[in-house]
């Protein structure tokens, strides 16, 4: 079994995770409502001409 022949140092660790991050919701103009919504979701307000979501 491979074992490490020295520490990781806090500087190399933290060099190699510069790429973990978070990415950012692909968002777009809903021309319909005139709004932005996150793409490839429904909208809250209407979908097809009815509302996708009934109120309780």
């Given amino acids: 079994m491979a074992v490490p022949a020295r ?3 806090k500087a190399k ?5 510069t790429h973990y991050k ?6 777009s103009f ?4 005139g709004t932005y919504k996150r793409s490839h979701h429904v909208s809250l307000k209407e979908y ?3 509302n996708p979501i009934t109120p309780k």
């Fill in 7 to 9: 520490k990781t140092s």
């Fill in 48 to 50: 097809k001409a009815q």
């Fill in 30 to 33: 809903d021309g319909a409502t």
């Fill in 13 to 17: 660790k933290n060099k190699r995770r």
């Fill in 22 to 27: 978070a990415a950012s919701p692909a968002i």
